[in-house]
Nanobody
């Protein structure tokens, strides 16, 4: 399974960006709706990656970090094998490399907040928010 994040860039404080995570499977017949998807970020100077948002396989269970609640929205389009992260009202502290990760966990409504629990992780996309 391969993941490709895109959509990052430089934006002023208060601006918006939409990140996309395209998931590719090694063979036909595999379906994205079996997989939990998480967005994580690695900020400059921070040792640990931070969970940003996570959506369960069913799409019915969604988690947001307190720092982004009300500003970011995660969504998924299983037919397009793509997960989105709409980021509004961006702040300088949102500056980070954002990446997506996926795996199958026990249950359609599971969200997993620990990035090390995911078997598949994509390359990141850099988001820079200027003040």
């Amino acid at each position: 399974v391969q993941l490709q994040a895109s959509g990052g860039g430089l934006v002023q404080s208060g601006g918006s960006l939409r990140l996309s995570c395209l998931v590719s499977f090694p063979r036909s017949g595999l379906r994205l709706d079996y997989y939990t998807i998480g967005w994580f970020r690695q900020a400059p100077g921070k040792e640990r990656d931070e969970v940003v948002a996570c959506i369960s396989a069913s799409g019915s269970n969604i988690y947001y970090a307190d720092s982004v609640k009300g500003r970011f929205t995660i969504s998924r389009d299983n037919a397009k094998k793509t997960v989105y992260l709409q980021m509004n009202n961006l702040k300088p502290e949102d500056t980070a490399v954002y990446y997506c990760a996926t795996d199958i966990f026990g249950g359609d409504d599971v969200v997993e907040l620990n990035p090390t629990e995911y078997s598949f992780r994509g390359q990141g996309t850099l988001v820079t928010v200027s003040s």
